[in-house]
């Protein structure tokens, strides 16, 4: 079996994990985070570029802001998508009010916009909340 490249979440730390032990919670070498996370994570602009650009594992992003109610009523249900996808998908989420130019970056018109990567590129897009089926599907390709 292979490894697969991930970047922490935490650190930005770049780790190889053997492809079977992916869904077997593997933690970051230097911090000791889990590479896999069953919840969302919130990432810096930094550990996103790098996290997008090394990834071997796809990578969702959710650009979000606190004052958009749509993104607030859509946490839960993409929290349960991480939690369904743990060992496949990374999912993760991105303050644009935080930082506004991520936001400019990555092109977000809309918020919550989702942003799926793939080996260094942007693969898909979604602007507009999904709940929790459709989100997971979305996720997972
Ligand atoms: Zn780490």
Not at 105 to 131: C, D, M, N, W
Request: aromatic content about 6%; proline content about 7%; hydrophobic content about 40%.
């Amino acid at each position: 079996m292979g490894t697969k490249t991930l970047t922490c979440l935490s650190c930005a730390q770049l780790n190889r994990v053997p492809y079977d032990r992916l869904s077997a919670a593997p933690k970051c070498g230097s911090c000791g985070k889990g590479l896999m996370p069953t919840k969302p994570v919130d990432v810096t602009p930094a550990v996103l570029q790098k996290a997008i650009a090394k990834d071997e594992v796809p990578l969702v992003v959710d650009f979000w802001a606190p004052w958009c109610g749509p993104c607030k009523a859509m946490a839960p249900d993409y929290a349960k998508a991480a939690q369904a996808l743990r060992g496949e998908v990374r999912l993760v989420k991105l303050n644009t009010q935080d930082h506004q130019s991520a936001g400019a970056r990555y092109r977000i018109r809309a918020i919550p916009t989702l942003v799926r990567f793939l080996h260094g590129k942007e693969h898909k897009r979604q602007s507009g909340a999904l709940r929790a089926t459709a989100l997971i599907a979305w996720c997972k390709g």
